[in-house]
């Protein structure tokens, strides 16, 4: 099963992994992580993605499509896997495209999970975590009651004014590639909002179709 989760920061991507890595037993592969992961191997892909990190700029497309194809080659992903935050733009789906037709694999669902912006700005700036057990909170849907208001902390990419950033580059660069993936036949575009569970039931109806 190659699944791929795409939606808006805060859409509830991380928390449907975990049922679809629970469920199908395949790795969710994050460029975050994989990238992090070739670095500290010294992998080829790696220590070029980390030359241009160490000088600030942004690791080109080519290098991230290197360090993805070193990864779906492990034998983790013989069965499948779930590929999350990459693609971001049209030229990354399309050179990861025919990457994967190099490698005769192919997408069986992009799952979209759709959720308004202003909910997605609720979700994120709500979000507090312990400065003394490291566990995060909401301040509307998770209050903490066992936990001092004065040792909760905001991290600085959860403000109003960052979110709001990183929205409108979703919209601008991520947003279009629904149209990329529904002219290939694979997305199913599901409604965020719902509880958490009426999600992830959505979620496997519409992948076992």
Known sequence: MNLMLFGAPGAGKGTQAKFL???YDIPQISTGDILRAAIADKTEMGMEAKKFMDEGQLVPDSTIIGIIKDRLAEDDCKKGFILDGFPRTLPQAEALNAL???MGISLDKVISLNVPDELIVERITGRRTSKVTGKI???????PTDEKEEDLIQRADDTEETVTKRLSAYHD???????FYT?????VELDGTKDVSEVTADMFTAIEK
């Open 100 to 102: 994967m037709n190099d």
């Open 173 to 179: 660069q991520t947003a279009p590639l629904i149209d």
């Open 183 to 187: 002219n290939m036949g694979v997305i």
């Open 21 to 23: 890595i629970e469920k």
């Open 137 to 143: 909170y909401h301040m509307k849907f998770n209050p």
